[in-house]
């Protein structure tokens, strides 16, 4: 009774020891009442046997075979006449797994939902279908099932990034009630008409959730998901470090690659390399890598593989191969294109040691010495020298070995994290990683302040700021914005209002936690 010590007039008969633990129990009290009258008898009818599963016991599943017995009911009047003895401290009747592997399950359904309870306890040896989580969940928690008023949909990942259904939850209850098999106007509206309780619905900025919601509930409010909001705004933002970032790593890239020219070793192309060479190829390794990630998030915002090669001026069966390959091809040593800009270079660099900071004016001085290149060539060497101003302010006397600057190692997406964060919630070193990666350009400075400001009325629940803001974003003519913005400004309505006090979706608890 170590294994079983709150279970009386149970006795083990036998333990089992394979792959799964198996227990066999036998009832040993003499008599037992009837569930409907409450007379005790010890007249057995039968016995038979019942399965139950139950929590794994050091890391192996847990099942027990319990042999229980039917009594005869003594009460003439009962309508019983047999019944079956009941457990009444490890299981409900008819069930097939204990109170507390139910319990464990329900947990997982509340906490992560049903599916991915599944997945997740499947691995735990808390074995129950999804069907068997949602179940349990109505079971215990009732309300779930009355009519609900205030409900989220969200996407659910059948498989990532390959096939969505759709949750619902219960925003009042914190509770998911249902699980669609896909996000279709189709099948989500079907549901909402079963549901005209509904009075509010909080949903991603998607057209096919606005739409279904427009078809199936009209009468409801539609509320755009503060989580998503921030989500979205992030994914631009991301897309705006990825980019900085580059220019970053090219510019160190480029800086190591002078160092090592003016320093010529014999032992250049043999072992060990030159401190020069390690960072030339630390520096090409990082801007693949930040490449790849701007990649990945521009694949995220739903970008074909064409539309990235346009945007980021790569041809497009690289794009197609990295994006194939899940990762970044190794990176050798490699002759350094030369541009059209090549030959201007130490007269822009020379200007811009001048004070001349106008971009048109420098392109205009450029044609007039010959250039044929792109405007766009011009600008991103001026943020390249930029850049290099930055880090060459960093490092001190030119004798020093000059300390790896930290943002070359960040990638794009902590850089966004430290953007989104809460202040208070940082530590010491990524308050000075933060402000660094503010000062690494005005663009990332104004980024920032975008970033904090649409934070705030997230925070606060200012929406009556939402028109100054969208103001402040377009002026700035940042690429981090344009699609944010145009996208709120379509579903502005929704945005208000999850901008007001309605419950966000419950089910991002640890990222509104440290960023809503
Ligand atoms: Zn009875």
Redesign the pocket.
């Known amino acids: 009774m170590i294994i079983f010590p709150d279970l009386p007039h149970v006795e083990i008969e036998g333990v089992e020891i394979a792959e799964e633990i198996t227990l066999t129990l036998r009832t040993i009290s003499p008599a037992a009442p009837?569930p409907?009258?409450g007379?005790v008898s010890s007249r057995i009818q039968s016995r038979y046997t019942r399965a139950l599963r139950d929590l794994p016991s050091v890391g192996r599943p847990l099942r027990l075979i319990l042999h229980v017995r039917r009594f005869f009911?003594k009460?003439n009047t009962?309508a019983?006449k047999i019944?079956v003895e009941r457990l009444p401290e490890l299981c409900r009747p008819h069930a097939q797994r204990t109170y507390r592997l139910q319990k464990a399950l329900c947990e997982l359904g509340l906490k992560i939902g049903g599916q991915a309870g599944a997945d997740v306890g499947s691995e735990l040896g808390i074995s129950g279908s999804r069907d068997t989580i949602l179940r349990l969940v109505r079971q215990s928690h009732p309300s779930a099932q009355s009519a609900p008023q205030v409900i989220g949909l969200d996407d659910w990942a059948r498989r990532r990034r390959l096939r969505y259904g759709t949750l619902i939850c219960d925003l009042e209850l914190g509770l998911p009630i249902d699980l669609l098999p896909d996000r279709s106007v189709k099948t989500v509206s079907a549901w909402l008409l079963k549901h005209p309780s509904i009075k509010v619905v909080s949903r991603d900025g998607s057209s096919e959730y606005a739409s279904a919601i427009q078809k199936g509930a009209p009468q409801a409010r539609q509320v755009s998901d503060r989580w998503h909001l921030v989500k979205n705004l992030a994914a631009g933002v991301s897309v705006q470090l990825t980019q900085s970032l580059t220019q970053l790593r090219r510019a160190e890239q480029a800086e190591a690659k002078t160092l090592d020219e003016q320093q010529p070793s014999p032992e250049r192309q043999s072992h060990p390399r030159t401190r020069a060479e390690q960072r030339a190829q630390h520096a090409r390794q990082a801007e693949r890598t930040a490449r790849y990630e701007q990649m990945m998030a521009l694949q995220q915002q739903g970008m074909k593989s064409i539309e990235i090669a346009a945007h980021m001026g790569m041809a497009p069966r690289t794009v197609r191969e990295w994006l194939d390959r899940g990762d970044i091809p190794y990176s050798g040593s490699r002759k350094p294109r030369t541009g059209l800009i090549d030959p201007y270079k130490t007269y822009l660099l020379e200007r811009w040691q001048q004070g001349c900071r106008r971009g048109v004016q420098l392109e205009r001085e450029l044609r007039a010495k010959g250039y044929k290149g792109s405007p766009r060539a011009i600008y991103r060497y001026v943020e390249t020298v930029d850049a290099l101003s930055f880090s060459a302010h960093k490092s001190g006397s030119p004798e020093a070995p000059k300390p790896l600057n930290p943002l070359l190692t960040l990638s794009a997406p902590q850089a966004t994290w430290l953007f989104f964060r809460k202040q208070e919630d940082l530590k010491e070193e990524e308050r000075e990683t933060l402000r660094q990666l503010r000062q690494m350009s005005p663009h990332l400075e104004t980024t920032y302040q975008l970033v904090e400001m649409f934070l705030h009325m997230v925070r606060e629940r200012t929406g009556e700021q939402l028109d100054a803001w969208l103001a402040a974003a377009k002026a700035s003519h940042l690429e981090a914005f344009e699609s944010f913005v145009t996208g709120v400004q379509q579903d502005k309505d929704a945005v208000l209002a999850g901008l007001d006090t309605i419950p966000c979706c419950v089910y991002r608890k640890s990222f509104s936690k440290r960023c809503i």
């Open positions: 009837c409907s009258c007379t009911c009460k009962c019983q019944f």
